[in-house]
């Protein structure tokens, strides 16, 4: 059942939903805007591209805490950190992001060795997934079947209408929390209309393409070339485009220790930094850039199909966007797909 809210309350909104558990959402800021954890409902922006980093920090945190301790002279007292498993709602994601979370799903929970952060932080959370009104010229998330509009793998779909939001349930999670908030309105049939135009029309906003067909098979065969030192060049292994990209998932696990009180904690790594492969031994077997971003890109379209038989990209363009030397993912892959 399609239903609707005019922008003028979307504090009201945002708020009828903090009564329903934590809501993560865009906020704008000097740097742009990004989702976090809401604590005043007027702080919520849906008027916004895309967000600089993507949504994954709602399942998975850039920290986490796993254990804390106390190191004593009779032992080490530890307790681990009780998991947050607190109901969620996550407002304002775009397609490809939503898409992301699926992605990630075959390595945290679908694997055989289920990552109970990720899983049940998954399962606490309602998706509100929202359409694209345009087309940024760094995506391509068409390549891989997303649509502007595509209201796959989110609870609850919004569209922006001409003076109202207009939202449909697409689980019955998300219908639940759609029914149980009286101040969202029946739509019209004019607007179901609208709805269903903005669906179909989506496919009019299709981002540029990659040819991805045979990617794992190609990547292997380029493996030694010297291609990758060229393309490489001019990367300064900050590791940016891994921390914003919604498909990246590398992680530490470190302690820290202070006066004999500790932590375990697990925080985003990235396969860009010079130390991600250094063994305690001094070794290190990509001490080259041209081995890391080797490394990032068959991770992305060679060794994850192979394992989980899906791209690990959803062509959301931020690693594009946020790259300060503008080195560019698809240009990289094809490239590559055309050596000899
Ligand atoms: S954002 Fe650009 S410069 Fe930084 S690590 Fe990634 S490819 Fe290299
Ligand atoms: S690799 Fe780049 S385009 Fe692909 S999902 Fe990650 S950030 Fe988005």
Redesign the pocket.
Known sequence: MLRKIGFERTSELVSALMEKGEVFAPVANSAGVNFQKIQEPGDVTLDFYNTLQSPKSVFFPQTDDMVRYRLTHEGTEAEEVPLDFEPRIVLGVRPCDVR?FEVMDRLFSGGGIVDPYWENRRKSTTIIGYAFDKVDPAD?YSTFGIGAADPTGSDIFMVKGESAFLLKGITEKGEEVLGSIDLIEDASAKDKEYFEERLAGASLLETRTLATEGTAEKLEAVFENPYWVGAAAPCLNCGV?TF?????HCFDIQDETLFGKGVRRRIWDSCMFTDFTLHTSGHNPRTKKSQRLRQRINH?FSYYVTNFDVIS????????RSCPVHID?VAVVEGAMALP
């Open positions: 992301s391509f485009c914003v990209c919604p498909t990246c992305k990209c959803v062509g959301c363009g931020r690693c594009i993912i």
